[in-house]
């Protein structure tokens, strides 16, 4: 079990300030009890072991995990998240010891894809990788504290940042399940539409890609090709990963013009490759004999993106006049890879949706069963699942009130407009029941 | 008011226990056999193969082996390869950071 101390209240934030346990910013303090409600929220026990770091011959306990993550700020419901995150940090591909080490001062960018990202209030859209959103900041604090403070992290230890970003205190962004036929990261990924995914990657800072005039789907694509072969990345002409983030806008031209996913990666790749001489133009000298000399290549360019494989795309963001973003990963693909992995909720877990968002669908749909005499009301029954009881005092309303199949449909959309995608619904219809007074001498 | 805290520094639990390898025995006029690890950094083997060559006119080295980590400077080198290195070299000399 962790050490525990006692320290003044009153005096908290500086005592852990002294003792290096923040990021310079102030923290939670992280009570047993607090700790133990982290743990709840995932379903795990404080021992369980959830990672390694074999060079530095330590190992992270979920109690570690969760004290972090108090810290951090999390609320109980974040915690799955931010364990799987760190699931994937301390994956062998990751190669936490040098991504979290590198004078190149990458930053643990997490992507979270699906819908328990929605259900925990995650941003998607407006300012997503901005301030401003509880879940957003803290998951990904959560992230960078347990690098500082368990695996050593931090200036004048193991983090040897140059100049570091401001993406090091936080960097993590839901993403916006764009419209079909684009399919979600994770579904791109081999994953279940149903499921939440988490994919980490050691990054730079963002570059915001503005084009606000262009209509043209492949002139909005060379706006992106243009930031990823900025020849001061480190990675251009050395072959690594890149996360594009397509805007409102930007995803709409691209949609509306027919391009699929695969189709923008592959223009991409082929756009954002540069030549040497260029690369000299910009005063950056071509790697020979060492780790990164490439050699030939078959065109004579040399690659920002290793393969098409290693160029993540999603949708997100707000709409505005034509934004979006690209984030390269700090170091070529022979020394990391981003890696995905699924969020684990524990059996048979409350869901997280707020009792104001139930309410809210019950506004939406009770008003039309009351002007026919009747009610309605609703319950979380599951995960994700909902159940709505219709309220029909008397056989005069009962003759008035649309039957439940008929009710469906409508009730659905609602659940989906306002609780998101993935839910199930019963709808309680009093009619159906033969034991009920309502039907008492009545032949249904 | 006092208030209890759990620390969120790692304390302990190695995932396995490291020791140092036994080192090789020489007597007085033996031949040293000297092992370059490079890390693959720019100039890195250049740099190395001239600390190596000052090394050898101060001691009695009879051979420079250079080795050009596969993994470049992201990952240490295997056990095996560790080991190996152990067997047959007097001295070592490697180098972190860029």
Redesign the interface.
């Known amino acids: 079990m ?9 005096d ?1 934030q500086e005592e ?1 300030y002294a003792r290096n ?1 923040t990021d310079g910013l102030p923290v939670v ?4 009890s607090r ?1 133990d409600a982290m743990l709840a929220g995932a379903g795990l026990a404080a021992t369980e072991a959830l990672g ?1 770091i ?2 530095r ?3 992270l ?1 979920a ?2 995990a969760a ?2 993550a108090v ?1 951090a700020g999390c609320r109980p419901e974040y915690f799955p998240v931010v364990v799987a995150a760190l699931r994937a940090l301390l994956t062998p591909a990751f ?1 936490a010891h ?1 991504a979290l080490t ?2 190149g001062g990458a930053a643990s960018c997490l992507v979270v894809s699906g819908p328990y990202a929605e259900e925990i209030g995650m941003r998607s859209r407006l300012n997503v990788l901005g301030p401003g959103n509880r879940a957003n900041m803290t998951i990904g604090r959560a992230a960078r ?1 347990v690098a500082a ?4 992290a931090r200036t004048g230890e193991m983090d ?1 940042s140059s100049i570091g970003h401001p993406g090091k205190l936080s960097m993590c962004l839901a993403e916006y399940d764009p419209p079909a036929p684009w399919e979600p990261l994770r579904v791109e990924l081999g994953f279940d539409r149903s499921e939440t995914t988490v994919t980490i990657l050691a990054a730079e800072g963002p570059r915001q890609v503005a084009n606000h005039l262009n209509p043209d789907p492949a002139g909005v694509l060379l706006t992106f090709a243009a930031a990823m072969r900025n020849p001061a990345t480190y990675c251009v002409g050395k072959g690594a990963q890149g996360l594009v983030i397509l805007g409102y806008e930007h995803s709409l031209i691209l949609r509306e013009a027919g391009w699929s996913k695969q189709q923008i990666r592959e223009f991409l790749m082929e756009h954002s490759r540069i030549s040497a001489d260029e690369l000299e133009q910009w005063g950056i000298l071509k ?1 020979k ?4 000399d490439l050699g030939e290549t078959y065109d004579g360019k040399l690659p920002a993106i290793a393969t098409i494989d290693d160029l993540f795309v999603v949708t997100a963001g707000g709409a505005g006049a034509g934004w979006s973003a690209y984030i390269p990963t700090w ?1 070529p693909t ?3 890879r981003g890696v995905t992995v699924a969020v684990e909720l524990p059996n048979g877990s409350a869901p997280v949706v707020d009792d104001a968002k139930i309410a809210a669908v019950v506004a939406a749909l009770a008003p039309g069963l009351r002007s026919d005499g009747a009610d309605l009301t609703a319950k979380v029954t599951g995960r994700r699942s909902v159940e709505f009881t219709l309220v029909i005092p008397s056989q005069g309303c009962a003759d008035c009130v649309m039957p439940a199949r008929m009710l469906q449909p409508i009730f659905a959309r609602e659940v989906e407009q306002i609780l998101g995608s993935g839910w199930s619904l019963t709808i309680n219809d009093p009619r159906d029941d033969a034991s009920h007074p309502l039907n008492a001498g009545q032949k249904r | ?11 302990g ?4 226990a ?1 020791t140092m390898a036994p080192r090789r025995t020489y007597g007085k006029g033996d031949a040293l056999h000297l092992v370059v690890i490079e ?7 250049q740099f190395l193969q001239f600390v190596a060559e000052e090394v050898q006119k101060r001691l009695p080295v009879a051979t420079i082996e250079m080795f050009s980590k596969p ?6 080198i295997d056990a095996d390869t560790a080991k190996m290195f152990a067997a047959r070299a007097h001295l070592i000399i490697s180098g972190i ?2």
Do not use: C
């Open positions: 962790a050490q525990q101390l006692q320290i003044d209240e009153g908290a852990m346990w303090p992280p009570t047993p700790v390694e074999k060079e011959s330590r190992v306990t109690e570690k004290i972090n810290m190669n040098t590198s004078t504290l403070n368990v695996f050593g040897g790697e004999g060492s780790q990164h170091a022979k020394h990391n | 008011m006092v208030v209890e805290v759990l620390s969120p520094l790692y304390e639990g190695a995932s396995e490291v890390n693959g950094k720019p100039k890195a083997k993994g470049g400077a992201g990952r240490p950071g860029d």
